[in-house]
């Protein structure tokens, strides 16, 4: 008698970069933009992996929801995710 097991697992890197430790410095990324470090979670799920990605970047945010971005129209939105900063992928998830 033979078992299959299948493991699935989902792995996400995510950039850091110092925006919280230099709150007036510009937030656009370009090709000479280095991060300072990095986060990597790991889970059996897609969602679960990212939101633990998130959570270990320690900027404050509870769930996939930038504060701030919530008030902002879709017209709004779509224009900040023109824009090419560290905040795209909480845009992104909120035009979702």
């Not at 470090?37 to 769930?63: C, N, P, Q, T």
Request: net charge neutral; charged share 30%.
């Amino acid at each position: 008698y033979e078992r299959y097991w299948r493991c699935s697992i989902d792995a996400h890197l995510i950039p850091k970069w110092p925006f919280d430790k230099f709150p007036k410095i510009e937030r656009k990324l370009g090709t000479q933009m280095k991060a300072t470090g990095e986060v990597m979670s790991i889970d059996r799920s897609f969602e679960r992996a990212l939101l633990k990605a998130i959570h270990s970047l320690e900027i404050d945010v509870l769930d996939l929801q930038l504060p701030g971005l919530s008030s902002s129209s879709k017209d709004q939105l779509i224009k900040q995710l023109l824009q090419q900063n560290d905040e795209r992928l909480f845009i992104l998830l909120e035009l979702l």
